[in-house]
């Protein structure tokens, strides 16, 4: 669940936090660029794209999360969807270094991708991996994941925490840690019973 619907509830929330920062840093990098304050309007509409594309990566996500998981197994396609995860915290974490707004649009993107890719296959390689009695069980992981990366999200987006003018960059990449986590612990988890017999004919490695 961590790198599965973990990402999801965490990106949900994360964004609510910096948003005065994030507007300012969108003012000051035009001011710098152009030479001239951009107005509300421009402004709003930058912010606008900055939280919308989410839900194009996740379209985007969602629409290769089943292609994806035949093609590879579920295992590789979990891992798969942290690499737009990973992506998506470096152009964050250093848009800010780099002066550049138009970063954080695009890891927002790529952040989308990884929370379409983690919540469906999540689904998919807990329902498949799951014993028949604990079956329900594993099911709500994925709710209970995006709850708790709700929370994780409100609570790291506090002044006290990361939610200061200086430490935004930080809180935008925080998404790389559950991700490197996975990466490092998911290789050890066996692959869905039903994609090895199914997809890959493989009934000994079912069994």
Known sequence: GIGGAFQYGLQVSIINSPAEYIKSFIRETWLKRYGSSPGEEMITLMWSFVVSIYSIGGLLGSL????????????????????????????MGLSRLCGSFEMIIAGRLFSGVCGGLALNIHLMYAGECAPRKLRGLFAITASTSIAVGKFVGF??????VLGADALWPVLMAINALPALIQLLTLPFFPDSPRYLLIDKKDKEGCI
């Open 155 to 160: 609570a790291l987006g506090l002044r006290e």
């Open 64 to 91: 290769s999360a089943g292609y994806l998981s035949v093609r590879f197994g579920r295992k590789k396609a979990m891992l798969s969807a942290n690499v737009p995860a990973l992506l998506s915290a470096a152009l």
